[in-house]
């Protein structure tokens, strides 16, 4: 131990006296060195010269009987033990040179999701709030570490972090990614993976199209056909797949310990032919269409069996998942006419409400009476004149707009003429990086503005995308842009400072096994 402090504690004495409080605002990316983290923090100042390494006597110190900072201290090691090969215990008590600390002591003002980290050649100080902050500075600090950090093997060091001072919050309480396990379906290990992804960048809501046309994907008590009959093929007409609730508690568990939030979708009343065809009572002519039968499809809006199948299915969703929202879809509708769409808006409403859940839906859902409690997803696109008059109708009677424009965040869209992915958004059809990245969720619409904005949302529709790689490739590099839209201050962002950071990404991806899109646009290094 002795040796331990003489080697650390000498060259150490005047750095401690250049390290900036915490508690005073900085500007993002203050002072020099390449720091280039996703998504950017709102207050960063670099320490040049005064990096922290990791060395075989590290340790991770939490407060005592702290179950938060331990779990995050836990989710640290887990990170960095597979590739170090150091032991890295998890212990209670005073730090020591060299340590990572973790405490629950910052001020009540960064909220539960911000968090202060300090990266000194003392050690690593990571600071919050909330438990959430804790989570969200651990994945600032391992970006501040070499790529090979997040390799599942034994790799050569040194481990140095950059130095820094950060004090960071979100811009927006939503930070969003929607999956379509509709269309094609993806197993608990494979969304686990996807959440894995999703938190690294410190988003916080996994939104589940668990069903549509081509596929119902939860098992429903009492109403089993939807999951072994509608669940039974996908939209290549492959085997398809459902997810027992014991599966979905899985899902939901794990997203938990992620700080995300799993926001399930029942699309209704359009988009419906798997559970028409799973039961023949859902249909106004008492005919099941058959599997994957094309064209537009509607429940039967003035039949009570249509609502009693939905306060099951409504029933034993808020039964599983915490958070605040079942979301009823509502899009393209088109074979609902407006009347009985607006009576169906208003009694899924009131089942949701039942439940104890907010409405959550697409933003065509503001036809129906909405209460100032629930949201829309805004998907329109841009100059669309009808879609902006249902969000500024949102923006009257109080609702939040999740933020998800087609032609800005939809994940399947092609990057360009070359790649694969949709091209129907309008001209030239494409989303590059840069497009992607380069918005303001707060001023994209008219008459909506930063307050009635909860967050934003990519959604990853997966006609096209029938393996875990493609969804990859085409979340991967766009995805951490919306990520940063949703968490930094608009102020920070920047194309031309963001590709660089960006770029940066790539090498760790690389050792994650990441499949991504090479973009042009993007200076990757060399390497890649």
């Not at 093929?233 to 997810?243: F, I, K, Q, R, S």
């Not at 009347?339 to 907010?358: C, L, N, P, W």
């Not at 991806?509 to 499949?515: I, L, P, S």
Request: charged share 15%; glycine share 10%; net charge negative.
């Amino acid at each position: 131990m002795i040796r331990r402090l003489l080697c650390v504690l000498l060259p150490l004495v005047a750095a401690v006296l250049f390290v900036p409080s915490l508690a005073s605002a900085q500007p993002a990316n203050a002072g020099a060195g390449p720091v280039r983290v996703i998504p950017e923090p709102s207050s960063l100042h670099t320490l040049p010269g005064l990096n922290f390494t990791l060395t075989p006597f590290s340790r991770i110190v939490v407060p005592a009987h702290s179950a938060d900072a331990t779990a995050a201290a836990n989710y640290l090691a887990g990170v960095l033990r597979p590739s170090t090969g150091y032991r890295l215990p998890v212990t209670s008590g005073f730090g020591l040179p060299g340590d990572i600390r973790f405490d629950l002591n910052a001020a009540a003002s960064l909220g539960q999701e911000g968090y202060n980290l300090n990266v000194t050649p003392l050690g690593v100080a990571i600071s919050a709030h909330g438990s959430a902050g804790l989570f969200y500075g651990v994945q600032t600090l391992r970006q501040l570490f070499p790529a090979k950090v997040e390799a599942i093997s034994v790799q050569s060091g040194p481990w140095r972090a950059q130095g820094v001072a950060v004090s960071d919050k979100p811009r927006f309480a939503w930070r969003g990614a929607m999956l379509d396990v509709a269309r094609h379906f993806y197993d608990v290990s494979q969304v686990e993976n996807y959440l894995n992804l999703l938190s690294t960048y410190k988003i916080n809501v996994l939104h589940l199209h668990l069903s549509d046309n081509e596929g119902w994907r939860i098992y429903i008590n009492g109403w089993s056909r939807l999951a072994t009959y509608g669940g039974s093929t996908d939209v290549d007409g492959g085997p398809g797949g459902y997810y027992t609730q014991v599966d979905y508690s899985a899902i939901v568990a794990y997203a938990q310990a992620h700080h995300i939030m799993i926001v399930p979708e029942i699309d209704t009343p359009g988009h419906v032919t798997a559970a028409q065809a799973s039961y023949a009572d859902l249909n106004c002519d008492g005919i099941a269409p058959p599997l994957l039968a094309p064209g537009y499809s509607s429940l039967c809006i003035p039949d009570a069996t249509t609502y009693q199948f939905l306060d099951a299915v409504v029933g034993q969703l808020a039964a599983l998942t915490p958070g605040p929202y079942i979301d009823m879809g509502g899009d393209e509708a088109l074979n609902t006419s407006a009347a009985d769409y607006q009576t169906f808006v208003d009694k899924m409403q009131q089942i949701v409400a039942s439940h104890g859940k907010k409405l959550l839906g697409w933003h065509q859902i503001e036809a129906g009476d909405l209460t100032s409690g629930d949201m829309v997803q805004y998907w329109g696109l841009a100059g669309s004149q009808p879609d902006i008059a249902l969000a500024q109708q949102a923006v009257a009677r109080g609702n939040k707009i999740v933020m998800s424009p087609a032609d800005r965040t939809y994940l399947d869209m092609a990057y360009n003429s070359s790649t694969i992915g949709q091209n129907w958004i309008g001209n030239p059809g494409y989303i590059a990086v840069s497009d992607g990245y380069d918005w303001d969720p707060a001023t994209y619409v008219p008459g909506v503005g930063e307050n009635d904005v909860a967050g934003v949302e990519a959604p990853e529709w997966t006609e096209d995308l029938g393996t875990v790689s493609l969804v990859q490739y085409m979340e991967f590099p766009r995805l951490p842009g919306y990520a940063e839209i949703g968490w930094s201050p608009q102020s920070t962002h920047d194309w031309n400072s963001y590709k660089v950071r960006l770029a940066a990404q790539g090498p760790r991806w690389d050792v994650m096994g990441v499949n991504y899109y090479h973009s042009a646009e993007v200076p990757w290094p060399s390497s890649n």
